[in-house]
């Protein structure tokens, strides 16, 4: 098969593994950076451009988008599924998980565990949004964060109330919610593949960090999911209608809390802590998908 990553950087970690577990597969493994492609919509013969080159043949694309540039993307993604090419993450389910507060209500209505959360557009509220999710200490996230920027903790109202009024004085839009104090600064992340585990992690944070990122000095080790954690986070990708993706959530003493699902997850972490070839579980998801 002729397979496309889209990716900006193939020097990247994610981007090399699926090239090198492709190939060892006997694919034909290609890197194609979605910023530089050109889309040309026309009746029956739908084009995508690269280098000035129009991509034929393609069997199936693995999206690799920044969260930067989530509407070309996208855009990218959506022409591809429009000539018939498979994708590792759909358009539409890129769109919807890129969108916390869409991802969100979607996945309350699945009815996996998560924080409570609150959001509005009423600068004058700030202390009532905060009462609403048992007050502080709360987590008040930029809904455009990506690797931890944009998450507050704020410890008391009155920091609360500080920090969400600069934020909406910017015009920023963000969310509130409730903070799981027991997890101590730790998560679980899921990998998922076409509806499977194919890895779980423990991510700690640094001293003094409620953030468990890796890319903010936190540290990962091998975990092996309970049946809740892992239902969780299988239901959680099936809500977002997501075939790759890294749920992220935290040990709570009512069960497992969804954080986030992250529809491009590296698998740099994920692979040095749980010693798996994730790229070759996404590469076999092609092969099974792909006539």
Same mark, same amino acid.
């Given at each position: 098969?002729? !397979? /496309? @990553?889209?990716?900006? +950087? &193939?020097?990247? =970690? ?5 090239? $090198? ?17 050109? !889309? /040309? @919509?026309?009746?029956? +013969? &739908?084009?995508? =451009? ?5 991509? $034929? ?18 855009? /990218? @993604? ?33 009815? /996996? ?179």
């Amino acid at each position: 098969m002729k !397979i /496309v @990553i889209l990716s900006r +950087n &193939p020097r990247l =970690y994610s981007t090399r593994r699926l090239v $090198e577990a492709g190939e060892k597969r006997k694919h034909e493994m290609i890197v194609v950076d979605h910023s530089k492609c050109d !889309i /040309v @919509i026309e009746k029956s +013969n &739908p084009k995508v =451009y690269y280098k000035g080159k129009s991509l $034929e043949g393609i069997d199936a694309i693995i999206p690799r988008i920044g969260a930067s540039i989530t509407f070309y993307g996208t855009a /990218v @993604i959506r022409q591809f599924e429009v000539m018939g090419v498979f994708s590792t993450t759909s358009s539409q389910a890129l769109i919807q998980s890129r969108d916390k507060l869409q991802s969100m209500q979607v996945l309350a209505k699945s009815g /996996v565990g998560m924080p409570k959360t609150a959001f509005t557009n009423n600068s004058r509220n700030v202390e009532e949004v905060v009462k609403k999710v048992g007050g502080t200490p709360c987590i008040i996230k930029l809904l455009e964060g990506t690797q931890g920027l944009g998450v507050v903790l704020a410890e008391t109202k009155s920091a609360a109330v500080s920090v969400l009024e600069a934020f909406h004085g910017l015009n920023a839009r963000v969310i509130v919610q409730e903070f799981i104090a027991e997890s101590k600064g730790a998560d679980l992340r899921a990998f998922v593949v076409d509806g499977n585990v194919v890895g779980a992690m423990k991510r700690q944070g640094k001293e003094g960090e409620f953030r468990s990122n890796l890319h903010r000095g936190g540290t990962a080790e091998l975990f092996e999911l309970t049946e809740d954690e892992e239902n969780a986070a299988l239901k959680a990708a099936k809500a977002l209608k997501l075939g790759v993706c890294g749920v992220d959530m935290l040990q709570s003493n009512s069960g497992p809390m969804i954080m986030e699902v992250n529809s491009s997850p590296g698998l740099e972490g994920i692979e040095l802590a749980t010693k798996k070839d994730v790229a070759k579980s996404i590469i076999r998801y092609i092969e099974r998908n792909v006539n």
